[in-house]
Each structure stands twice: as C-alpha cells, then as structure tokens.
C-alpha cells in the first residue's frame, strides 16, 4: 500500500481568513488530505457537504474525523459518525484520554471497544491517538500496550504519534511494528529536543519545542520504513507550535521533507 501524506492542525488561522485560497495551496503543494475536515468546516462558517465538495473539487481526501471523549454519550458518537461518513473518511479519531492507573486503562479499553463497534457496524475504523503520558508503565507495560492488549484488533486501531512517542521515551518504528495491523494512520510530528529518558508526566508539556518534520530528532526515516511494513495507509504531518517559519512555509517544508523520505 502506497504511503499518503495528510495534513492536520497548524494552518487553523489561514482556513478562518481564506478557506478556500489554503486549501489549494495546501493542495498545490501535493498533500493528499486533510484531517479533521468535517470540523474545519463549521469553524470556517460552511456545511460539511460544501467542504466535501471542496476537498473533492482539489483532489484532497479526507483522513479522518475527531470529537470522541470519554464522556461521549451515544448521541454525541452518533454524530462524530454521521460527520465522518458525510465528509467521506473512513476513521474516527479519540485524541486524548487520562492514563493515571492501570485499572483505568482497562475501563478505558472498554469504552474504546463499544466506541469500535460502533464505528465498524457504520462502515468506519476508530483510533485511539496516544501523546506521552500512554508510555508510562504498569506492572512493566506500556500504558498504550496495555489499552491495545486490551482491545478488539477486529473494532479499536492506534493512530500513533510519533513524536508524542520518542517524548515518552519509545521508539516510534518498534511501536509500529509491535502493532503492526493496528496502525492505519500515524502522525508525523517532530522535536527539537527530548527530555532525557523521556517523560510520561503532563507537567513541562507545554513548554515541548516543535520543529517541521524531518529537521529534528525524531526518527522519522525509521517510522517510516516500518510504516512501509506494517500497514499504514497516512502521514498526517503535525505540528503543535510554529518555531521559525511562518503555518504555511512550516506546512511546505514538512511535506517536502517527508516526501523525500517516502519517495
């Protein structure tokens, strides 16, 4: 399977002030999707059918829709789902939950196991998307192992972040391959520096050095090659904060140097 590079997040400011000018050029440049496009559309004033449109109009897919929490009631999944299946995606994305015990994660991994279900019996995949805090240990294993081991592979995919990764002291490739068949979409997302050893605590989070993907030391030639491997269909390229370069020069060199890895 051919690797796809999408894009999420950074250029939120250019999409309020012209959302259809970014989105060719976020096109022009050679992305082949966007995530979260059903939520952009109703932050720029237009229906997820007008943006459907759009997106098809430049060639630009979208990856995946977001909005589940852990508090998300039947009603409120239902509607992720309807906005996942009007934009034209195929996952369903939780990006956040709390790692504090390990029988936590077990509640957590049922949740993601009804949430799954749900998704699948729609015709769609859900992901659980991981930051650092989901490598801190419980008896020897990772948190994200754990909710993993602990859900159905058939209904509960991982939507990896690399650099969330190698900040909680893992290895972005060895992830992957561990969870080779669960990974269909990664975000490729990278450091200018890590915190020796790691961190798995949410303190000095905020404080993290992003730079554009593949100028840091993040290793993204290693993800990747294991990516190739194991199943991804996306790169969803990421960045939390700008550092030097302004969202949309950030976005360009980002994708040139990732497609260079890709080829």
């Known amino acids: 399977m051919a690797l796809r590079i999408g894009l999420i997040g950074i250029i939120g ?60 009631d039947d009603e409120q999944i239902d509607s992720i789902i309807s906005d996942a299946r009007d934009i034209g995606c195929r996952y369903v994305v939780q990006y956040w939950g709390p790692v504090e015990s390990k029988e936590q994660l077990l509640g957590e991994a049922e949740f993601f196991n009804r949430v799954g279900r749900r998704c699948s019996e729609a015709g769609l995949t859900f992901c659980y998307h991981n930051h650092n805090h989901e490598f801190a240990t419980f008896d020897g294993e990772y948190a994200m192992d754990i909710l993993l081991a602990n859900t159905d592979p058939e209904h509960v995919m991982a939507e990896l972040d690399v650099a969330w990764v190698t900040y909680g002291g893992a290895d972005p490739a060895e992830m992957i391959r561990k969870h080779a068949g669960r990974c269909p979409i990664l975000h490729m997302k990278d450091l200018a520096e890590v915190p020796a050893g790691g961190a798995t605590g949410n303190e000095g989070r905020g404080a993290t050095k992003f730079t554009e993907v593949g100028s840091g030391v993040v290793d993204i030639e290693g993800a990747v090659e294991a990516a190739r491997e194991c199943g991804v269909e996306w790169l ?20 040139e140097n990732l497609k260079r890895i890709v080829g």
Do not use: C, F
């Open 236 to 255: 969803s390229i990421e960045q939390d904060r700008m550092r030097d370069l302004s969202p949309l020069e950030s976005i360009k060199v980002s994708y």
């Open 13 to 72: 400011d250019e999409l309020k002030k012209d959302p259809w000018g970014t989105l060719e050029r976020v096109a022009a440049i050679g992305y082949d999707g966007i995530e979260g496009a059903a939520g952009i559309a109703r932050r720029v004033g237009m229906s997820v059918p007008e943006m459907k449109g759009k997106l098809d109009e430049l060639g630009l897919a979208a990856v995946a829709q977001g909005g589940v929490r852990l508090e998300s």
